[in-house]
T-cell receptor
Framework: DTAVSQTPKYLVTQMGNDKSIKCEQNLGHDTMYWYKQDSKKFLKIMFSYNNKELIINETVPNRFSPKSPDKAHLNLHINSLELGDSAVYFC?????????????FGPGTRLTVL | AQSVTQLGSHVSVSEGALVLLRCNYSSSVPPYLFWYVQYPNQGLQLLLKYTTGATLVKGINGFEAEFKKSETSFHLTKPSAHMSDAAEYFCAVSDLKTGGFKTIFGAGTRLFVKA
């Protein structure tokens, strides 16, 4: 029973296209995140939602738009894809204000922009 | 502001040898500290964490880490490496002040295990 799931696992698309990645967690957590991992494995937070409210919005191009329809889902829509968007995108969830609120990660979505 | 520095982007050990992955952090408030492991083509999973109390923390797969406030360090060790330990390891820091919303990850250390 997968705790944090993402779809799709692989996404290959042309420059200029618009694409979405979906994430769902069944852990009952109130906080969800999107991270971008580049080819050097550096993990950078993009967005975080707590109870459907955007609380972290790092310096990400506004072509990236997250959407949280409910506490269990956090989707990421990307407009006008660029070559530099190629990376692995991870969704994660946690319970805020819990001591040592470790994050649970999804399996990742590998995005390749051609 | 919080930060994490992992010393050594690559560490290579022989099977059966001691594993030592170094992590130093910076935090203005008492930190929560984590080690995560990422196997190829997978997401990160928690190895262990420090919140409060005992400074020597034991995790899964025989790993442990010691919180040393005076050295602002949280190094990860394992007495005897297995081939299956080959992976990317991330040290991370967060704190309760911000609800733990923001976790800062180090750049990662790739562990190679030689037969």
């Amino acid at each position: 029973d997968t705790a944090v799931s993402q779809t799709p696992k692989y996404l290959v698309t042309q420059m200029g296209n618009d694409k979405s990645i979906k994430c769902e967690q069944n852990l009952g957590h109130d906080t969800m995140y999107w991270y971008k991992q580049d080819s050097k494995k550096f993990l950078k937070i993009m967005f975080s939602y707590n109870n459907k409210e955007l609380i972290i919005n790092e310096t990400v191009p506004n072509r990236f738009s997250p959407k949280s329809p409910d506490k269990a889902h956090l989707n990421l829509h990307i407009n006008s894809l660029e070559l530099g968007d190629s990376a692995v995108y991870f969704c994660a969830s946690s319970q805020a204000f819990r001591r040592g609120n470790e994050q649970f990660f999804g399996p990742g979505t590998r995005l390749t922009v051609l | 502001a919080q930060s994490v520095t992992q010393l050594g982007s690559h560490v290579s050990v022989s099977e059966g040898a001691l594993v030592l992955l170094r992590c130093n952090y910076s935090s203005s408030v008492p930190p929560y500290l984590f080690w995560y492991v990422q196997y190829p083509n997978q997401g990160l999973q928690l190895l262990l964490k420090y919140t409060t109390g005992a400074t020597l923390v034991k995790g899964i797969n025989g790993f442990e880490a010691e919180f040393k406030k005076s050295e602002t360090s949280f190094h990860l060790t394992k007495p005897s490496a297995h081939m299956s330990d080959a992976a990317e390891y991330f040290c991370a820091v967060s704190d309760l002040k911000t609800g733990g919303f923001k976790t800062i990850f180090g750049a990662g250390t790739r562990l190679f295990v030689k037969a």
